[in-house]
């Protein structure tokens, strides 16, 4: 499939599936996979109509959805080896869908032999789409995008301040929540709203899109230990940074003792 028929797919499902939800679920169309971590019939039903296209169109490929890793764990641990896999978050920010916040997200990452290749990240409520191609740069909305001059008091944002260590408190850095939805945040640091995400435990399917998408316009993905992520199983803390001197720099803060919590 050509990167615009993949994209294609996104908004087709998000529209028939997904959209015709928001602010319209009934309590029967929302579980918790664990306590908070809720999972509807959105999620399910948009993941088995784009994994199966997926699947369809690359019979050879590992495809690799959210809900379907929830039911069988094993199937993160392929992703990293495979020659060929896709990831699927169909509903990214699904938190945020229950809720009624349109920050949520549709997001699909291709690799090949463990390096994303291709990513896609849908906005449905916002219409918005954001496309790469290894090599290619980045569009939104089909216009691409240039590098963002970074200026004033960096802002480094997580779910947990614990995370963000010396940071918090530290005047040299403004540090604030996400929108707890990577579909939304990594699109607002490649547009120079903010200047770093960290998050724990990163999944696949998660990250993988934005990761294509920081690299190309020369940004930087590594856990606080200074390695290179790579989607995959998840482990460690991840810092997304918008240069490798903001990596630096904001690694160096975080390990300072924070001024308060």
């Not at 495809?63 to 392929?78: I, K, N, R, T, Y």
Request: hydrophobic letters at 40%; one cysteine or more.
């Amino acid at each position: 499939m050509t990167t615009e028929e993949i994209l294609e797919l996104l908004t087709d499902v998000a529209a028939r599936v997904i959209t015709p939800r928001f602010r319209a679920l009934a309590s029967g169309d929302i579980d918790e996979k664990t306590p908070g971590d809720y999972v509807t019939i959105a999620d399910r039903e948009s993941e088995i109509e784009i994994a199966a296209r997926l699947q369809a169109a690359y019979p050879d490929a590992l495809v690799v959805g959210e809900e379907a890793s929830f039911a069988d764990p094993g199937l993160m641990a392929g992703v990293a080896g495979a020659e060929h896999a896709f990831v699927i978050d169909p509903v990214d920010g699904t938190r945020n869908f229950v809720q009624g916040n349109p920050d949520h997200a549709v997001m699909v990452g291709e690799l090949r032999s463990g390096t994303v290749v291709r990513g896609w990240i849908w906005q449905p409520e916002h219409q918005v789409a954001f496309v790469a191609e290894r090599g290619a740069g980045v569009t939104r909305n089909g216009v691409r995008l240039s590098p963002v001059e970074r200026t004033g008091t960096p802002r480094v944002e997580s779910s947990s301040k614990r995370d963000l260590g010396g940071l918090v408190g530290n005047p040299e850095w403004a540090v604030a929540r996400t929108h707890f939805c990577c579909g939304i945040d990594y699109p607002r640091l490649l547009l120079g709203e903010t200047d770093g995400l960290v998050y724990r435990n990163p999944k696949p399917w998660d990250h993988a899109p934005g990761l294509l998408m920081m690299e190309e316009l020369g940004a930087v993905a590594r856990l606080l230990d200074g390695s290179p992520y790579a989607p995959g199983v998840p482990h460690g803390v991840l810092l997304s940074a918008a240069s490798d001197h903001v990596w630096r720099s904001a690694t160096e803060a975080m390990a300072a003792e924070p001024a308060h919590l």
